[in-house]
């Protein structure tokens, strides 16, 4: 399988690429396609990295875009890569490489009831009544 890694510089993208190409050798990774090949549809995953780092720079978004522009130019479908960190990097990007079968894991938030019927009720009781005199939710 071909994948073509893409992203703004200092956005982790050769990183991502020698961690997938470690983690799944039968990958030909690529971090720096030819605009011609993103048309022909060379690969067959093509991923982006995501600007969801805190220390993104304005040209890192005008490049981001221009990325955006030409994968969007090309037609092609592309996933957008995400993360914390480099671990959280390469399990989205496996994610969207081998989509599993089944439901989505379920989310896992601040509140270790989450989806518990009686909890939201309670949190959604409490935000509405808040609200009504006034004051910022607690």
Known sequence: MKIAVLGAPA????????ALALH????Q?????????????HYDRVLLMGLDRP????????????????????GGAFG?????DEKERLRAALRLIEPQDGP?????????????PDCEFRLFTALKSSKAAGRPPA
């Open 11 to 18: 956005t982790g993208k050769t990183t991502l690429s020698n």
């Open 24 to 27: 799944l050798d039968t990958l």
């Open 29 to 41: 990774v690529s971090d720096a396609p030819s605009p011609d090949t993103l048309q022909s549809g």
């Open 55 to 74: 220390d993104i720079t304005s040209t890192q978004q005008l490049q981001d875009a221009a990325l955006r522009l030409q994968l969007a130019a090309a």
């Open 80 to 84: 957008v890569v995400y993360g914390r």
């Open 104 to 116: 989505a894991p379920r989310w896992t938030g601040v509140c270790e009831k989450c989806a518990d």
